[in-house]
Nanobody, 116 residues
Framework: QVQLVESGGGLVQPGGSLKLSCAAS????????MRWYRQAPGKERELVAGISSAGSNTNYLDSVKGRFLISRDNAKNTVYLQMNSLKPEDTAVYYC?????????WGQGTQVTVSS
């Protein structure tokens, strides 16, 4: 079965960095685009970044452009989100997503808290 397992979240001071990982299994990872979403308390889930199956195309939420970098390693079935210059407004639960045809799959999420 499809599994997505996020890791790498934590508490970081403003201006700091974190790198999230999402390990995927149960499908042909290299054939699908992958996405990172986030959801802050009381807010809707929003798309943060996406990457094409080969990694050649990426897209970002305007508020994270220039600070976040999405990448993937198809040999390791893993997608990453490098987050730099973190701001308190980046605080949220971050989710990995794979859209496999009609079905969307989600990981359990990893908490990122940016606070001094």
């Amino acid at each position: 079965q499809v599994q997505l397992v996020e890791s790498g979240g934590g508490l970081v001071q403003p201006g700091g960095s974190l790198k999230l990982s999402c390990a995927a299994s149960g499908f042909t990872f290299s054939s699908y685009a992958m996405r990172w979403y986030r959801q802050a308390p009381g807010k809707e889930r929003e798309l943060v970044a996406g990457i094409s199956s080969a990694g050649s195309n990426t897209n970002y939420l305007d508020s994270v452009k220039g600070r976040f970098l999405i990448s993937r390693d198809n040999a390791k079935n893993t997608v990453y989100l490098q987050m730099n210059s973190l701001k308190p407004e980046d605080t949220a639960v971050y989710y990995c997503n794979a859209q496999l045809g009609y079905y969307g799959y989600w990981g359990q999420g990893t908490q990122v808290t940016v606070s001094s």
